[in-house]
C-alpha cells in the first residue's frame, strides 16, 4: 500500500463548477500538507501549505485537513480554464529532512 | 531567466549508454533533489543533497548516482541505462525556510531509452 494515495482522475469539469481533489495517506506521523500545482511539459509548483489539521484559503483555493480521517482536500471555487492542471498533494513528517512524500497526482481539466 | 535549468531538456539513448542529467540553480538554495515522474506513480525522490558535503539515497536510488559539484549544481547519472529508467526527471531545489516544503522545480527533463 502507497504512503499517499491520489485518485488519478482525469477529472473534467465545467467552467465555474466547485472542484475537490484528494489524499488519503497511512502514517499518522505526517504533519505538514502540501498541494503542488502541474501545468503540462512544467515542473510542480507549491500552491498550498497547511500544519496539521485545519482550513487555509487563498483566493479560490481552500486546503482542509482532517488527521483523524487521514483525509486531505483542496477545493477550487469558480473554477477557471487556466486551472487545468495536475494537482500533487504532498506531506512529511515533523522532522524537517526536506524528504516529501508525494501523491500520484489528479489532473483537472476545467472546459469553458 | 529560470531560476532551475536542467539540460538536456529531451534525451533519447540506447540500453547500455552512459546519461548524465544536469541541473543548474540560481536561488543560492542549500538543498537539491533529484525526482523521477512516472504516469500512475507520481514523484518519486532518487537523490538529495543538503549541501556539497551531503548526498542521500532517496527511495529509489538503484541505477543512479549522483555528484554536487558546487552549490549550484547537482548532477544526474544512469551508469548504464535500462528502458525502465524512461521517465521524466524533475531536479528541485529548497532552502531551511519555510521547513524545506516549498521545493522549487526545474521544468524538467523527458528521458527515453529504447
Known amino acids: 500500500q502507497k504512503e499517499v494515495e491520489q485518485d488519478p482522475g482525469p477529472l473534467s469539469v465545467p467552467e465555474g463548477a466547485i472542484v475537490s481533489l484528494n489524499c488519503t495517506y497511512s502514517n499518522s506521523a505526517f504533519q505538514y500538507f502540501m498541494w503542488y500545482r502541474q501545468y503540462s511539459r512544467k515542473g510542480p509548483e507549491l500552491l498550498m501549505y497547511?500544519?496539521?489539521?485545519g482550513n487555509k484559503e487563498d483566493g479560490r483555493f481552500t486546503a482542509q485537513v482532517d488527521k483523524s480521517s487521514k483525509y486531505i482536500s483542496l477545493f477550487i471555487r469558480d473554477s477557471q480554464p487556466s486551472d487545468s492542471a495536475t494537482y500533487l498533494c504532498?506531506?512529511?513528517?515533523?522532522?524537517?529532512?526536506?524528504?516529501?512524500?508525494f501523491g500520484q497526482g489528479t489532473t483537472l481539466q476545467v472546459k469553458p | 531567466d529560470a531560476d532551475v535549468t536542467q539540460t538536456p531538456r529531451n534525451r533519447i539513448t540506447k540500453t547500455g549508454k552512459r546519461i548524465m542529467l544536469e541541473c543548474s540553480q540560481t536561488k543560492g538554495h542549500d538543498r537539491m533533489y533529484w525526482y523521477r515522474q512516472d504516469p500512475g506513480l507520481g514523484l518519486r525522490l532518487i537523490y538529495y543533497s543538503f549541501d556539497v558535503k551531503d548526498i542521500n539515497k532517496g527511495e529509489i536510488s538503484d541505477g543512479y548516482s549522483v555528484s554536487r559539484q558546487a552549490q549550484a549544481k547537482f548532477s544526474l547519472s544512469l551508469e548504464s541505462a535500462i528502458p525502465n529508467q524512461t521517465a521524466l526527471y524533475f531536479c528541485?531545489?529548497?532552502?531551511?525556510?519555510?521547513?524545506?516544503?516549498?521545493?522549487?522545480f526545474g521544468p524538467g527533463t523527458r528521458l527515453t531509452v529504447l
Open positions: 528541485a531545489t529548497s532552502d531551511l525556510s519555510g521547513g524545506g516544503d516549498t521545493q522549487y
Open positions: 504532498a506531506m512529511r513528517g515533523s522532522s524537517n529532512t526536506g524528504k516529501l512524500i
Open positions: 497547511t500544519y496539521s489539521s
